[in-house]
C-alpha cells in the first residue's frame, strides 16, 4: 500500500480481515445449521460480532508478525495466515455426516470467494466517487482492493489439503472412510507442517493469489 503509514495501514486492512475471518466461520455454522447440527447456534457462534469468532493468537498476533517483521526488516513479505477459534460442528447431529461436513467445510472458502467479489465492487465504487469525493473514494478504492486479496488469500490457504484445513476435511468428505482417519492422524500436527511449508517456501501460494485476485479485479475495473 504506498505512501499511507503504518497506522492506515492498519485500518485499511481491519475491517477487511475482521469481515473475512467472521463470515467465513458464520459460513461454517450456518450450513452446519442447515445440514441439521444446530450446536453452533445454540453457542452464539451465528453472529456477526468478531469478538465471538476472534483467537487472540490466531487471528492477531500471528498474522500482525507476519506481517509486520518483513516491513520493519525492509525485506519482502511472505504469506499472511491466520486463524479463528473453529466453530463447533457435531458430526454426528448431521444427516448425511460425511457428506454434510465436506459441504460445511467448503462453506468458509466459498464465503471468503464471495467476499472477494464484493469487495471488488467496493473497490470500484471507491474509484467513481474518487473524483467528487476523495475523502471517500480514495479509502474505499484501498479497501476494497486490501479485501480481494485478503479474502482470496484465505480462500486459498484453506483449501489446501492439510489438516485442520476446510481442504482436508472436504477431501476427507470425498475419499474412503480410511483415508479420513489417517488425515484425522496427521492433524495434531498439521499446523506444524503447514508453518514449515509456508515459510521454507515449498508451499508457495502467493503466485495463485496474486493471479486470483489480478482476475477478480480486472472483471470489475475492465
Known amino acids: 500500500m504506498p505512501d499511507l503509514n ?7 486492512l481491519a475491517l477487511p480481515l475482521l469481515l473475512a475471518i467472521t463470515l467465513h466461520e458464520v459460513a461454517h455454522g450456518w450450513v452446519a445449521l442447515r445440514c441439521g447440527d444446530t450446536t453452533a447456534k445454540a453457542q452464539g457462534r451465528l453472529t456477526l460480532n468478531p469478538l465471538r469468532h476472534i483467537d487472540p493468537i490466531g487471528t492477531v498476533l500471528v498474522p500482525l508478525l507476519l506481517w509486520l517483521v518483513p516491513m520493519l526488516l525492509q525485506v519482502p513479505g511472505g504469506f499472511i495466515f491466520g486463524w479463528a477459534k473453529p466453530v463447533p460442528v457435531n458430526y454426528g447431529r448431521l444427516r448425511q455426516p460425511k457428506r454434510d461436513m465436506a459441504l460445511v ?3 468458509g472458502p466459498v464465503s471468503n470467494f464471495l467476499m472477494a467479489l464484493g469487495w ?18 480514495a479509502p474505499l478504492l484501498l479497501m476494497g482492493i486490501a479485501g480481494v486479496r485478503v479474502n482470496v488469500m484465505l480462500c486459498v490457504l484453506n483449501l489446501v489439503p492439510i489438516p485442520p484445513l476446510d481442504g482436508s476435511r472436504a477431501l476427507a468428505g470425498m475419499l474412503p472412510n480410511r483415508a479420513g482417519q489417517i488425515m484425522a492422524q496427521i492433524e ?3 499446523l506444524v507442517i503447514l508453518v514449515v511449508l509456508l515459510m521454507s517456501g515449498v508451499l508457495n501460494l502467493m ?8 482476475f477478480i479485479l480486472t472483471l470489475f475495473f475492465s
Do not use: E, F, M
Not at 465492487?121 to 473514494?137: C, D, E, I, K, N
Open 188 to 190: 495434531p500436527y498439521g
Open 105 to 107: 467445510a467448503l462453506a
Open 120 to 137: 471488488a465492487l467496493a473497490a470500484l465504487a471507491g474509484q467513481v466517487l474518487h473524483g467528487a469525493l476523495p475523502w471517500l473514494g
Open 207 to 214: 503466485p495463485i493469489v496474486n493471479t486470483i485476485s489480478h
Open 6 to 12: 503504518l497506522i492506515q495501514q492498519v485500518i485499511i
